[in-house]
């Protein structure tokens, strides 16, 4: 007897199809990831706040235009307040922080604590929307941050070098950072999830654009940057920033921000990959057991993974 099958049914031993958004986040991963290395030859000749500067005033340029093609102009004008607002915590502190990072330590250190937004994420939103982590997702926490304290502890020094800058202060940076994501993911949760994703992104990158304005302006290095540092702008700016926070936004309105922050797990691979192979880092085994450590208690303070315990 011939088999039957229902129409639109997967035929069986089919695997499952890949879920919509899988796309998206890992796209989004390889963008952020290679951040680290543009951001790392934009600081060189244009300096820590400049090159934030930039990358969010090119960011926010390539966006508007989109945002004009598909006529979403008056969306931003409604929505303005809250998506320039979300600009400040989601772009241009965070930024600031993590090209001051890279111009000290390596990009995949820094982004190893870059993957540590989701548990400042999971952290801010128990205290502000009430989201209480049970047992695991509690452990999770408490194991995340070990590992930051672990990783923290071997590799932060107040000592200035040479040109004034300290790994301690960079290590302080990025968590800094990661807190705005944090904060930046629960507002977006609470007053941006009906917000077209473009809408939000054109408007956060505008919103950080204004507050990086006169200090970018004030910080301009006296010799005009390198084709090099012009080129990783352009790239850091477009890609990296304008057209990932498409991604990033979307990924919140189709996820939840908890999964979508989630992407930090991916980062640090092509970061590191990139480290390696451009910039000849050296990735030492402490380094990789704390970001394991890291990884693991993210993975369970934010639900991806469950202990068998009772919540």
Known sequence: MQDTQLPGAQPAGAAAPAP???????????????????TRLAVADFGVV??????????????LLILAAKRQVPDLRRHWRKTFF?????????????????AVISTGLTAILNATAPLFGA???????????????????????????MLAWDKASFKPDAQGLSSGWALLGCLA?????GIAASFTKRN????????????SQCGAT???????????????????????????GVLCTGMAYVLFFRLISRIGPAKAMTVTFLIPVFAILCG?????????????????????????????VKLPLGE
């Open 123 to 149: 952290v801010i939103a128990w205290v502000w929307l009430k989201d209480r982590p049970g047992t695991s997702r509690a452990m999770g926490l408490a194991l995340g941050f070990v590992g930051v304290v």
């Open 50 to 63: 400049p090159s934030a500067g930039m990358r969010v005033l090119i960011g926010a340029v390539v966006l």
């Open 20 to 38: 919509s958004w899988l796309l998206d986040f890992t796209l989004l991963a390889l963008l952020w990831g290679s951040s680290f290395l543009f």
């Open 192 to 203: 941006l999830t009906q917000v077209p994703s473009l809408v939000t992104a054109a408007g």
């Open 86 to 102: 979300i600009g400040l915590l989601n772009s241009a502190l965070p930024f600031v922080a993590f090209a001051y990072a890279v």
């Open 177 to 181: 950072g990661c807190v705005c994501y």
């Open 276 to 304: 390696v192979v451009f910039l000849g880092e050296v990735v030492t085994l402490w380094m990789l057991v704390c970001a394991l450590v890291i990884v693991c208690g993210t993975a369970l303070s934010t639900g991806l």
């Open 210 to 236: 204004l507050a990086l304005l006169a200090p970018m302006l004030w910080w301009w290095p006296a010799r005009n940057p390198g084709p090099t540092a012009w080129a990783a702008m352009a790239v850091s």
